[in-house]
Nanobody
């Protein structure tokens, strides 16, 4: 059973920074691509950042240059460093992987950016 546990969310002022963590278990982390999604109030869930097993990454246009995704194999953890946060970044952030033919999701961590 794959398990993803996010942490690191919170309340921050505009222009501030946060680092989210997602600890994975129950999968071969070395070969698993990982992703961060978010769902803001009244919005659909959207892809924020993706990191392949080889470390290749890509980002939503809205966060390019501000967010950085990384992974640490020994710790089986994927991170999302978020700088220059804006009120429109307010959302629940979810960790995701597609493994053995299905999507797996964490419980989410709330990020609130005040103006």
């Amino acid at each position: 059973q794959v398990r993803l546990v996010e942490s690191g969310g919170g309340l921050v002022e505009a222009g501030g920074s946060l680092r989210l963590s997602c600890v994975a278990s129950g999968l071969n982390f070395k070969i698993a691509a990982m992703a961060w999604y978010r769902q803001g109030p009244g919005k659909e869930r959207e892809l924020v950042a993706y990191i392949a097993a080889d470390g290749t990454s890509n980002y939503a246009d809205s966060v390019k240059g501000r967010f950085t995704v990384s992974r640490d194999w020994p710790r089986m953890t994927v991170y999302l460093r978020m700088n220059d946060l804006k009120p429109e970044d307010t959302a629940v952030y979810y960790c995701n992987t597609q493994y053995r033919g299905r999507d797996w999701w964490g419980q989410g961590t709330q990020v609130t950016v005040s103006s």
